[in-house]
């Protein structure tokens, strides 16, 4: 115990690559918390410093993060005055002023579009794709303890900048001997040959690889050649957050959430079906229904949820924008069916003992869904958007976990402790990473070479 007291006493710089510069996805915010207070509790007096465009915002949020941004990205004064000055000033306005001047704003896309340096194909149906990923390892990196990548599912195809800039940083980190950890993670759909490439020279050389599902992540990892004493499924880091918010009472209404963007397109006619099925299913059972809105990047979710609600007879007002992740999953609480097409509203749910459907469509949230399926059992009904037959699969989906919620309760928040219980004791491995050091491993065999992810992609039913 005095070797733990002394670590904890000494300057440890714990360096957050967080996945989300923008900070505008309540899922990836409730991640932050839960990480950083399991930190904090470990090394009190340990810097914390997370990757972000949006400093003053993470001060808001996030008081004892130190906002890591550029033109350097490197660590600032870690005086009092720095300290409390932002803390108490600059981090409640700058909360209060974007929740006052938000909006739907396109020119949000136009910068991370801007910032990805990514250029459109000429045909409007296919995604941007990138000319090449200059990334700009920070200078906060040689000064790290440990450098933490958060749980997301950026490792993929659909967003193929963050994993380049994620990898960059992992590898750079470990070429100057500092221990490297992904936590949280959900890996692919990883088709493209040039980020297979990659993941199969970065990923290997990673000591620690927590990930929050077991159909696809393990898999993966073992063809592109990652050690299995490396990984570790631990379900994602948001449910605890969830998980604590959870109501002891079974909720009335039914919660709807449908994001519409570019690695989600879903047809006007999906849309106008679920919004029919919804409203009469909430008005069949005398249900109220709730807005869910967990991304705020360029009003996403708002923009695609909002108009499914029009002429529903009880239909509930969504949070602000200024909203925090603490106040959606309070609104989830309040739920005893969820219909999402969000990953994280379903972690949310799930994580309560509340039952969801998680629409789809799309191989990227196929794997979503189908893998926290997996995580939590029973109690989540993947239904695709693209089915002939979705009125019809829809309406059962709700009728039968709106009758099993009871039932279904007790069993989903066990699997939820039993998540919880993981997710630690995969942050454990990466505390002794930094007070005992990295293992040390034999040299990993190289990647498969053939087609990317190969049969292990292929979803049934």
């Given at each position: 115990?005095?070797?733990?007291?002394?670590?904890?006493?000494?300057?440890?710089?714990?360096?957050?690559?967080?996945?989300?510069?923008?900070?505008?996805?309540?899922?990836?915010?409730?991640?932050?918390?839960?990480?950083?207070?399991?930190?904090?509790?470990?090394?009190?007096?340990?810097?914390?410093?997370?990757?972000?465009?949006?400093?003053?915002?993470?001060?808001?949020?996030?008081?004892?993060?130190?906002?890591?941004?550029?033109?350097?990205?490197?660590?600032?004064?870690?005086?009092?005055?720095?300290?409390?000055?932002?803390?108490?000033?600059?981090?409640?306005?700058?909360?209060?002023?974007?929740?006052?001047?938000?909006?739907?704003?396109?020119?949000?896309?136009?910068?991370?579009?801007?910032?990805?340096?990514?250029?459109?194909?000429?045909?409007?149906?296919?995604?941007?794709?990138?000319?090449?990923?200059?990334?700009?390892?920070?200078?906060?990196?040689?000064?790290?303890?440990?450098?933490?990548?958060?749980?997301?599912?950026?490792?993929?195809?659909?967003?193929?900048?963050?994993?380049?800039?994620?990898?960059?940083?992992?590898?750079?980190?470990?070429?100057?001997?500092?221990?490297?950890?992904?936590?949280?993670?959900?890996?692919?759909?990883?088709?493209?040959?040039?980020?297979?490439?990659?993941?199969?020279?970065?990923?290997?050389?990673?000591?620690?690889?927590?990930?929050?599902?077991?159909?696809?992540?393990?898999?993966?990892?073992?063809?592109?050649?990652?050690?299995?004493?490396?990984?570790?499924?631990?379900?994602?880091?948001?449910?605890?957050?969830?998980?604590?918010?959870?109501?002891?009472?079974?909720?009335?209404?039914i919660g709807l959430c449908l994001r519409v963007a570019d690695y989600s397109k879903v047809s006007a006619a999906a849309q106008d079906t679920l919004g029919k099925v919804v409203r009469a299913r909430a008005a069949e059972l005398d249900a109220g229904l709730i807005p869910l809105i967990i991304s705020e990047y360029a009003s996403e979710d708002r923009l695609s949820t909002l108009p499914l609600l029009a002429g529903a007879d009880r239909a509930r007002p969504p949070v602000g924008r200024g909203a925090n992740a603490h106040d959606v999953a309070r609104q989830v609480a309040g739920c005893r069916v969820l219909v999402t097409s969000a990953y994280h509203l379903a972690v949310f749910a799930l994580s309560q003992g509340i039952p969801a459907v998680g629409i789809t469509a799309s191989e990227y949230y196929d794997d979503k869904f189908?893998?926290?399926?997996?995580?939590?059992?029973?109690?989540?009904?993947?239904?695709?958007?693209?089915?002939?037959?979705?009125?019809?699969?829809?309406?059962?989906?709700?009728?039968?976990?709106?009758?099993?919620?009871?039932?279904?309760?007790?069993?989903?928040?066990?699997?939820?402790?039993?998540?919880?219980?993981?997710?630690?004791?995969?942050?454990?491995?990466?505390?002794?990473?930094?007070?005992?050091?990295?293992?040390?491993?034999?040299?990993?065999?190289?990647?498969?070479?053939?087609?990317?992810?190969?049969?292990?992609?292929?979803?049934?039913?």
């Amino acid at each position: 115990m005095a070797e733990r007291t002394d670590i904890a006493e000494r300057e440890i710089r714990v360096l957050v690559e967080n996945g989300e510069y923008w900070l505008r996805n309540r899922g990836d915010i409730a991640m932050m918390a839960v990480t950083v207070e399991r930190i904090r509790a470990r090394w009190p007096h340990a810097r914390i410093g997370l990757l972000t465009h949006q400093p003053a915002i993470l001060r808001g949020l996030l008081p004892e993060v130190e906002p890591i941004c550029g033109p350097d990205w490197s660590w600032g004064s870690d005086s009092w005055l720095t300290r409390t000055t932002a803390t108490k000033l600059i981090g409640p306005a700058a909360l209060w002023w974007r929740a006052t001047t938000d909006g739907p704003k396109d020119r949000l896309r136009a910068i991370r579009s801007a910032d990805r340096n990514v250029r459109p194909r000429p045909d409007d149906d296919t995604e941007e794709i990138p000319e090449e990923f200059p990334v700009q390892i920070p200078d906060a990196v040689r000064e790290a303890s440990l450098v933490l990548a958060l749980g997301g599912g950026y490792l993929t195809d659909v967003d193929r900048y963050q994993a380049h800039r994620t990898m960059d940083l992992l590898e750079h980190a470990g070429g100057l001997g500092i221990p490297t950890a992904l936590i949280g993670q959900g890996l692919g759909p990883m088709h493209d040959k040039d980020l297979w490439r990659r993941a199969g020279e970065v990923l290997p050389n990673v000591d620690f690889i927590g990930l929050r599902e077991a159909r696809r992540g393990p898999e993966l990892l073992s063809q592109l050649g990652v050690p299995r004493e490396q990984v570790l499924v631990t379900g994602d880091d948001a449910v605890e957050f969830a998980y604590r918010l959870r109501d002891p009472r079974i909720g009335a209404d039914i919660g709807l959430c449908l994001r519409v963007a570019d690695y989600s397109k879903v047809s006007a006619a999906a849309q106008d079906t679920l919004g029919k099925v919804v409203r009469a299913r909430a008005a069949e059972l005398d249900a109220g229904l709730i807005p869910l809105i967990i991304s705020e990047y360029a009003s996403e979710d708002r923009l695609s949820t909002l108009p499914l609600l029009a002429g529903a007879d009880r239909a509930r007002p969504p949070v602000g924008r200024g909203a925090n992740a603490h106040d959606v999953a309070r609104q989830v609480a309040g739920c005893r069916v969820l219909v999402t097409s969000a990953y994280h509203l379903a972690v949310f749910a799930l994580s309560q003992g509340i039952p969801a459907v998680g629409i789809t469509a799309s191989e990227y949230y196929d794997d979503k869904f189908h893998g926290l399926a997996g995580m939590f059992g029973a109690g989540l009904r993947v239904v695709h958007l693209d089915d002939q037959d979705l009125s019809e699969q829809l309406t059962a989906a709700i009728t039968e976990l709106w009758d099993n919620a009871p039932a279904l309760r007790d069993p989903l928040q066990q699997r939820a402790m039993d998540q919880i219980d993981a997710s630690r004791a995969g942050l454990e491995r990466v505390f002794g990473l930094v007070e005992d050091g990295p293992r040390s491993l034999p040299a990993p065999p190289p990647p498969s070479a053939n087609h990317p992810q190969g049969p292990v992609q292929r979803l049934g039913g």
